[in-house]
């Protein structure tokens, strides 16, 4: 015999309870989503007290003993599936002072904007606050742990000018976020205090200036190199990355490929110095490259912060109908036209190019493991010997008559491509991982 909710008076209170802790739960992250991080913190405060033993509570404790308050938008640019999502947050802020470090995290997306590397595909990014309060606001020693802050931030070296957070404690944060792809930068509230990035999260001290956010972000998010040559305090064997050479045989160092075109030959080059050091590497350019003093990345640091974008967006943003739907046209329907449309990615100032291809037969997509984007998708690119029946910038729409079909099966594809022409030459030289280009395939059956 079953029983209703109404004669089990426990029953009912206890998922009264969990109701309500979730209700709590929902306004505690509105509340956040709005700035008012004392508000928020009060929430999971009163959700941890009169909600014991609820899922609700877990996860209230959970965010209180990290310190996480919840997300509030900076500049969104899209949804959050084709777009790399930085959550932007601060180190040593106590809940009093939160709010300021709301002007640091502004800065951010204005760094990426007067970059013209970044500027060119700021609609890639969306940027975030991550309310993140700690108790203490002070900078630990080196491998000491004396300040009670929520990301731990450490000195790096022994004389105390660079510091950087403790990469497992924001992951804790990164994980209250469900969308987040895992980059973060933090401002700790320290003034002049050195730079640091990588894996992920660049470290900076407060009122960083534009070009040192946009620096930082470079070790971070793309994993080049210092290309100034004075010692920040090093120490062990330098590494070769993409910017920066063990060698100076120019057919050896990892730019070769821009040494040997025809546009860049004499604008770079195999220069003694660089990653902190004097002797022993060699960099592309001594001069205007923001991994060094300047105000943008050289060539060969933007062919790198380009493809590290492409392994979290997709060059196509949407597409219609579904990708590898199946369209079935009964015999003896009446003629009509079949439309397909991709929306593709926009950067600022060139559009990417769409190739469609009507192919008579089903051309199944093989799976390339090579070519697995950091957000699970595997774009499906197989040879196709057919040239497109239609190729440009503008083509997102294709129409097809079902009366010219030939009862059988037929194939849709369409390729999107960024040529990364910003301008006559391109941005990018080499993608081995084809990084640049995607596809989109339907099967028409009549």
Known sequence: MLLSLSWCPLLQGSIDHDQRANVMLEQAESLAARGRWVSARNKYLSIRHNHPGTDGAEVAIRRLANGFLGVRPIKLSGPTANRIDVMVMGDGYTLQKLSSFERDADDVPKAFERNKTLEEYAEYFNFYRVGVFSKDNGVDPPGEDKENTALGTAYTNRNRSHASVNRRLVGNIFDEVPYSDDLGIVFVRQVNLGATGGSGIATLSKGSSLDTICHEWGHAFAGLADEYDSDPGYTGDASESANLALTDNPEKVPWAHFLQHTYYRGKLGVHRGGGGRANGTWKPTVRDCVMMNGGDYCPVCREQIILSSYKYVDPIDSCFPDDRAVIEIPVGDTPSWLPFE??????????????????????????????????????????LEEEPIKKSANNRKLRIDSSDLAPGTWTVVCR???????????????????????????????
Do not use: C, F
Not at 429 to 444: C, H, M, N, P, Y
């Open 342 to 383: 991709v929306t593709p990615m926009a950067p600022k100032s060139h559009q990417l190019n769409i190739s469609w291809w009507l192919l008579d037969g089903e051309y199944l997509p093989k799976l390339d493991p090579r070519r697995t984007r950091l957000n699970g998708r595997r774009r499906l690119l197989t040879e």
């Open 416 to 446: 999107v491509e960024d040529d990364t022409k910003v301008g006559r030459h391109p941005w990018v030289l080499k993608d081995t991982r084809g990084l640049l280009v995607s596809e989109r395939r339907w099967l028409i059956i009549k």
